[in-house]
């Protein structure tokens, strides 16, 4: 659990404002991007449209303040706001048309800071920005906050893809493979928890999978590592995915993460599979990542996904982007199949 302290005093202010703006209407966000930009102060990194894309979006970008639409698809502002005062230190700021108190209760009940009316006025706004950036949390680290920052002896590859049916799957195995045959010990981690198939991809029959590591009581032993890891006729070994999504509910960032950093203290190269979906727990991984291995296709879909995960990774301000490999895949040899030529990508 984070401790969080929301003390007034002690930041200094910057030379901007980083905001993030949530709203699923377009001229909303623009609007509130327009009045924003005449103030020197303040800089709008971003905005997402549903409640799941701003959780996504607020820990790759880390801003200091979220203006944050109530009602949305998906997931609304209030579940939004009160999973992402759990992930990162900013100050949410809601925005409604019904200003009512009992709104005003809930939004504050969620972890929200402030409260204004859709639409605010310039002063209001600005105003609103400014002191809940000097209210933005210090968050110190508990017991199950996801840390990605503990060392470990062994080299951490993640393999990721914002489209599926990138070939994720067959890159991340052919990598374990070739680690493999450098003699170095090697595991492969199915971190796509829903619908992981890499054990299938290696025609290895699932006996025991990841589930048993994450409901296992505190640190993880070693030999209980062993008996759970399976093993490839090459000798590779493969922590499984759950057997699906109900199990795959089970799996927290912060487990999942800490289960990767045991296995890289075993194994000289851990290879993750993730899935498509950018969620806190692949986000989790991509920024675990010694090597982030980002796949893509030659056409347009895979390209526009990969340059919003590109743009995303560019505003993160902890993201180090010498980690980074791309690598195109399924590449066609007929230049008259359609697909986009490497050229032009």
Known sequence: MSVIDHSAGGHAMPDKIRIMI????????????RLLSFEPDMDVIGFAGTGSEAIAKAQMMKPDVILMDINMPDIDGLAATEEITKLV???????????????????????????????????ELYATVRNAYERRPKI?????????????????????SPQGGSGVTTVAVNIAGCLLSQQDRTVLVDANLQFGDAA???DVRTERNIITLVQASGDLDPDLIENVLMTHGSGLRILAAPRGPEEAADVTAERLIQIVHTLANQFR??????????????????????????????????VKNIKVVMELIDQSPDFDKNKLVFVMNKIPVDKKSGALNPEDI
């Open 140 to 160: 110190v680290a508990g017991p199950t906050q996801t840390d990605t920052t503990q060392t470990s002896s062994g080299h951490i590859i993640v393999v990721y």
């Open 22 to 33: 949530v709203d699923d209407v377009e001229t909303s966000q623009k609007g509130l991007a």
């Open 200 to 202: 299938v991809h290696l």
């Open 269 to 302: 190269y851990v290879v993750v599979d993730t899935s498509p979906h950018l969620d806190a727990v692949t986000i989790g991984l991509l920024e675990l990542a010694d090597v982030l291995v980002l796949v893509g296709v030659p056409t347009l879909p895979s």
């Open 89 to 123: 230190a900013c100050s949410i700021v809601m925005i409604s048309v019904q200003s009512d108190r009992d709104y005003m209760r809930r939004a504050m009940q969620a972890g929200a800071v402030d409260f204004l009316p859709k639409p605010p006025s310039a002063d």
